[in-house]
């Protein structure tokens, strides 16, 4: 694991230990305490570790953490399975798929078969990789020659019209390539995205530290069609069997708001 990895982790398991307090971690109530949340030497007793060896773990030390130790530390910090998920793979204790194959052209061909419904497949770093009509019609600014759409939600001023709960989705994006950019370390276009995006975005500069990680998922979201006005989209996301970094995102059964 690389000293970048390793201070990650770091990070990690520090941001998440801040954020419980001692009631919800089921122990007693102590004098002030002159940090945010549990304390280092309670986080390894709740998880059965040594203290000391916790604390190598937090500064970003040339330790490893065994899977049953990952397990028991993410039991400790009550980390939801997303978070989880993004602790493992911080810790190198799961794979990392770095290949950028090419989209198959069955799969690009796709969006276009589900006109007039919105459609469009992304890549791990949220390229936008094929999208039909409807896509450009909901989301004008994304028929660029290199689209992509975190860079979309953040740095053109449209998307802040047409989201209409655009904290809470550009909130959710950051939160899902925080967790992508775990799978992939030191890959230039997610380094190359991220800097774009604090550079872009004050509340990215303000979010990012918060180090909230989330899953691609479907559900609803409220968007303004320049036709039908303001509507409420149900979406669903899928997940390429041979490339599960790739999303294929496709929006359906607008009703008005």
Known sequence: MTAERRRELGVYLRSRRERITPAEAGLPPTARRRTPGLRREEIAVLAGISATWYTYLEQGRDVR????????????????????????????????DTTAAPLPPEVAAVPALLQPNPAYVIGPAYDVLSHNAATTVLFPGLDEREPNFARWVFADP???HVLIDWEVEARGLLARLRALTARHPGEARFTALVEDLHEASQEVRSWWPHYEVQPRQGGRKRLRHPELGAVEYSYAAFHLAEQPDHTLVVYADPLPC
């Open 65 to 96: 953490a065994s899977d049953q130790v990952l397990t028991a530390l993410a039991s400790a910090l009550r980390l939801d399975r997303s978070e989880k998920d993004h602790l493992f793979h911080l810790a190198g204790q799961a794979p990392d």
């Open 158 to 160: 449209e998307s802040r």
